[in-house]
């Protein structure tokens, strides 16, 4: 027969057999023989939790395996041993550890329970560990920009798709937000200062799935604004046929290059040139004043960007060297 056993308990029927003979009308007992058939309870298995979300290379809430019947021991395995790693493939009691999750997407690991209790295996069950990845973030460029130019878009990107990219900006003054979430837009750099300015820029990639969410490691990149480099007028001169005096440039920024274009080399000074200008031998061969139209722009440079100031414009005036024609010499009488 099949033997049953509804309860969570060990249940035993006695049996007690007696042997009867019977001849002639006459019926002879003889002695009595007793025996048990014990029927085991089949174990259940309870795994708490059941199910659970967690973050690559974060510890699980441990599986704490459990039954109605009383001495149930428990095996099991798990799948997905290759994408996840960190707990065994198989093993007994309750789970715990940690469990790293290798690709870019999120991957479930089925643990597989299987209950025993005296001898008899019940009804495996399972439980299940969803492992989200660890979303990245390539580190973007770095960016050096002149004041009141426009920036380059700044496109986050990472090996984990759906991953969300949070900002920090530690200097608002040049002109971008101090956080904000997603790509950076182009935007107005902004410098009022007469230095480099540096705002170190901090995205972190967040990634969320099954109502866990999980952060990568942050990237740092920099904007340097770089200022807006002037030139003081050094004003105009005029000068005779002699030496002129000598143009020192000075602006706002320190570390500033001055170039300078002449359109008229003929008075003496080259037709460009860098820095300050010396005194020079003003020249002028003919009969009229001559002017020399003389543009000078101002020009920084760091961390390889260089930008240009208004540019500011004087001029020298040369003068003519005045003569006299010789007259004639006279002889005169008195009155």
Do not use: H, K
Request: proline share 8%; aromatic share 6%; glycine share 8%.
């Amino acid at each position: 027969f099949t033997a049953t056993n509804a309860t969570d308990d060990i249940v035993i029927a006695n049996l007690t057999v007696t042997p009867t003979y019977t001849n002639a009308g006459v019926t002879c007992t003889g002695a009595t023989q007793s025996f048990t058939i014990t029927v085991y309870p089949t174990p259940d298995a309870i795994a708490t939790p059941s199910t659970q979300t967690i973050c690559s290379g974060s510890a699980i809430t441990t599986i704490v395996l459990s039954s109605n019947v009383m001495g149930t021991t428990y095996t099991w395995t798990r799948d997905n041993t290759v994408p996840v790693t960190g707990i065994a493939a198989n093993g007994i009691g309750n789970i715990s550890g940690s469990l790293t999750n290798t690709t870019n997407a999120p991957v479930t690991v089925t643990f597989t329970i299987t209950p025993t209790a005296n001898g008899c295996p019940g009804l495996p069950i399972t439980a299940t560990v969803v492992v989200n990845p660890t979303p990245t973030v390539n580190d973007p460029l770095d960016q050096v920009l002149c004041n009141g130019t426009s920036s380059t878009p700044v496109n986050f990107t990472g090996a984990v798709s759906g991953t969300v990219y949070n900002w920090t900006n530690d200097n608002i003054s040049i002109g971008l937000a101090a956080s904000g979430t997603g790509n950076i837009g182009a935007f107005t750099a902004t410098n009022a200062t007469s230095a480099p300015v540096t705002a170190n820029l901090t995205v972190t990639p967040e990634y969320t799935n099954a109502g866990q969410t999980c952060f990568g490691t942050p990237q740092t990149f920099t904007i340097i604004v770089n200022p807006t480099p002037t030139v003081n007028n050094p004003g105009n001169q005029v000068v005779c046929n002699a030496s002129t005096t000598a143009v020192n440039f000075t602006g706002f920024v320190p570390g500033t290059v001055y170039n300078w274009t002449n359109d008229l080399p003929g008075i003496g000074l080259a037709a460009s040139g860098s820095g300050n200008i010396a005194s020079f031998t003003a020249v002028n061969l003919s009969n009229v004043p001559v002017t020399a139209t003389i543009v000078v722009t101002p020009s920084y440079t760091n961390a390889l960007q260089t930008c240009t100031g208004a540019p500011v414009t004087f001029t020298i005036t040369v003068n003519p060297t005045p003569t006299v024609n010789d007259p004639a010499d006279q002889a005169l009488c008195n009155g």
